[in-house]
Structure formats: structure tokens, C-alpha cells
Nanobody, 114 residues
Framework: QVQLVESGGGVVQPGGSLGLSCAAS????????MAWYRQAPGKQRERVAI??????GYTDSVKGRFTISRDNAKNTVYLQMNSLKPEDTAAYYC?????????WGQGTQVTVSS
């Protein structure tokens, strides 16, 4: 059984930065495309970043501001978020990509507010 544990969220002012981590256990992530998703209150969960063996991709709203990376040796996926906006406020999750196939973790809350 794969377990995903997200961390690194918090409250930040607009324009600030946060770095999220997602540690996986129970299975190696090295063979998988991995992604970060987010869900804002009252909205559907959306994929914001994806990382493959060939590179990374982002949804338009975060391009140029977010960077996804991975460390297969540590079985961890990261999301560096810069120039944060209030509309980035959401619970953030990692999972396989382009579609989630593992059980969701508890997520980590990101709140962007002045």
C-alpha cells in the first residue's frame, strides 16, 4: 500500500514563496510520472504540475511561478511555489500523473493572504 505524505504548506503573503514536499512510502516513485494537484474550497481538484522522465509541465495559471522536481533516491517529489497569489490558496496533494492512481494523502494547506 502506497502512502503519500505532503508537507510544507502554510500561510504566506501575496508575492511570497513556499516549498512543498511529498514523501512516498510503500513503492518506489522512480517508475512513475508524478504530479501535484490542488483543490480549493468549492472547486474540483486540478492538476497543476507534472514531471516525467523527459521534463515537466504546468497548468497555465502557475507557469513561470511553480517548479516541480523529484528525488527518486529519497522517494520524494517537490513543488517550489514563487510569486504566490491569493488564487493559489488550496489544499495541495501529490499523486501519480497524468491521472491519480494511488490513494490520496492528507494534503498540505496553502493559504495566500495579506
Amino acid at each position: 500500500q502506497v502512502q503519500l505524505v505532503e508537507s510544507g504548506g502554510g500561510v504566506v503573503q501575496p508575492g511570497g514563496s513556499l516549498g512543498l514536499s511529498c514523501a512516498a512510502s510503500g513503492r518506489s516513485i522512480s517508475a512513475y510520472v508524478m504530479a501535484w494537484y490542488r483543490q480549493a474550497p468549492g472547486k474540483q481538484r486540478e492538476r497543476v504540475a507534472i514531471i516525467t522522465s523527459n521534463g515537466a509541465g504546468y497548468t497555465d495559471s502557475v507557469k513561470g511561478r511553480f517548479t516541480i522536481s523529484r528525488d527518486n533516491a529519497k522517494n520524494t517529489v517537490y513543488l517550489q511555489m514563487n510569486s504566490l497569489k491569493p488564487e493559489d490558496t488550496a489544499a495541495y496533494y501529490c499523486n501519480t500523473g497524468p491521472y491519480a492512481t494511488w490513494n490520496w494523502g492528507q494534503g498540505t494547506q496553502v493559504t495566500v493572504s495579506s
